[in-house]
């Protein structure tokens, strides 16, 4: 049978239609969609991470100072939030999380630049304004809490520009080598990832090197270059409200839950656990730091088991979407006895005015955390094994993952302070201080 040419046209036509229609029905089942389960799940997660900045930590933070001083350091908290938010937003986001090279990003995310209200995250099934988001409250708290290092003493300038450019030259390249694609440190979910060294990637979940190691150690840095408070030692210097820092360390303690679990990226099973081996955690490290303090001092003391329960928090952060509950309740009594420790016997004998025990709790609970991960990490939670299943060489991966980043931030933080101390001066003048930084610097006072 002969096929006219009119009939011969019109079948390839008809083919061709349908296989662009089957490559483009192909494309997209292949194509990234977003989960409305995990999406919800992130919203609530970045909430409850915002909400322990402002007002978690600036209550908490609130509470420790004198009165004279409580109006600025609530302040200062909430002058980092907006501060940072923009910082990341413009640039932040893009250093840490883009492909770039082993140290830092790149810049194909500089003002969100590409992202539509359709486009999902290379990370998870969610959108990426929601990633951004989630990961801007991690940059927020972080260098917020170096504040507690220097409280009474620092001026709101200075403060401004060497937050500023730490968010910058600190916590992104941090976060780009431990969580961003093709950091050198390997990153939370990679397998089979040589690391440095070859000694595998870093575990950790959810910032126990990006957040607490780094910030710590710069909170340190502060407080040794800026010097004491006037009358550090030989004046009473008691928090003036701790019913404040009880609500502040409550608010910690809900909004970890978005911290931890919501670092999965996911509603599933391994958010669960993460939940789960927090909230054991807190309360093993908020009893751990009681019973110490008791036994030495004879009472327990209210400041006492709410810095245990934020010890606690830092320290199960790296390891809680890598542990089981019982592993998750060791790294809380270990973090709230060391904290303890490294707080209220070795500061003094060593002379340091780390005013609120940034360096204390965060450098060193987490620390703690990110090196028992190494032990008790177990592969059916996270994929990795730990020390307790055979991986010893873990530990040794987490060990340089701490010294690594903590080394980094310590240097560069000393370069920014010296700047900042050479341009605006690092520390108010010796009447401000005396009179109460409240009115000197911002013209109010709690009445």
Not at 84 to 99: D, H, K, P, Q, R
Not at 290 to 300: A, N, Q, S, T
Not at 308 to 314: D, K, M, N, T
Request: net charge neutral; glycine share 14%.
């Amino acid at each position: 049978m002969r096929i006219s040419r009119k009939n011969l046209l019109a079948g390839l036509c008809a083919g061709f239609v349908l296989a662009v229609g089957m490559a483009a029905t192909a494309w997209a089942e292949d194509a990234p969609k977003i989960d409305k389960g995990d999406t919800a799940w992130m919203l609530t997660s970045t909430a409850l991470v915002l909400l322990m900045t402002i007002p978690g930590l600036a209550l908490f933070y609130g509470g420790m100072v004198r009165k004279m001083n409580v109006l600025a350091t609530i302040m200062q908290s909430f002058a980092v939030t907006c501060l940072v938010s923009i910082i990341w937003l413009v640039v932040g986001y893009s250093l840490a999380f883009t492909e770039g090279n082993y140290l830092i990003g790149g810049l194909s995310r500089v003002m969100m630049a590409g992202v539509g209200i359709d486009t999902v995250s290379g990370y998870a099934k969610i959108p990426e304004t929601v990633y951004m988001m989630f990961q801007a409250t991690f940059a927020i708290i972080t260098p917020a809490l170096i504040l507690g290092s220097v409280a009474d003493r620092m001026k709101f300038s200075a403060m401004l520009l060497f937050i500023g450019l730490w968010s910058i030259l600190v916590y992104s390249p941090v976060a780009h080598w431990v969580w961003g694609t093709g950091g050198f440190l390997g990153g939370t979910d990679i397998k089979d990832y040589p690391g440095f060294l070859g000694l595998g990637s870093v575990l950790d979940f959810a910032g126990g090197t990006v957040v607490h190691v780094i910030s710590g150690v710069s909170g340190l840095m502060c407080a040794l270059v800026i010097g004491k408070r006037k009358g550090y030692g030989t004046e009473p210097m008691a928090p003036h409200n701790l019913t404040f820092s009880l609500i502040g360390a409550s608010l910690l303690w809900v909004g970890w839950f978005g911290f931890n679990a919501g670092s999965a990226l996911a509603s599933d099973g391994r958010a669960g656990m993460a939940m789960l081996a927090t909230h054991m955690a807190t309360s093993a490290a908020g009893l751990s730091w009681m019973v110490c303090e008791w036994g030495l001092r004879g009472k327990p003391s209210l400041l006492g088991i709410i810095s245990g329960a934020v010890a606690g928090l830092v320290a199960i952060t790296p390891a809680s979407g890598f542990v089981g509950p019982v592993g998750a309740i060791v790294i809380g009594l270990s973090g709230g006895a060391l904290c303890f420790w490294a707080a209220v016997v070795i500061k003094p004998k060593l002379g340091y005015d780390d005013a609120l025990d940034a360096f204390g709790v965060h450098a060193v609970g987490g620390a703690t955390g990110a090196i028992l991960t190494g032990v008790f990490a177990i592969e059916k939670i996270g994929g990795t094994a730990g020390m307790i299943e055979g991986n010893g060489m873990q530990v040794v991966a987490q060990i340089v993952g701490v010294a690594l980043t903590a080394g980094y931030a310590c240097i560069v933080s000393l370069i920014l302070l010296k700047i900042v101390d050479a341009t605006v001066g690092l520390r108010v003048d010796r009447e401000d201080e005396i009179e109460g930084l409240d009115r000197a610097l911002h013209g109010e006072a709690v009445q």
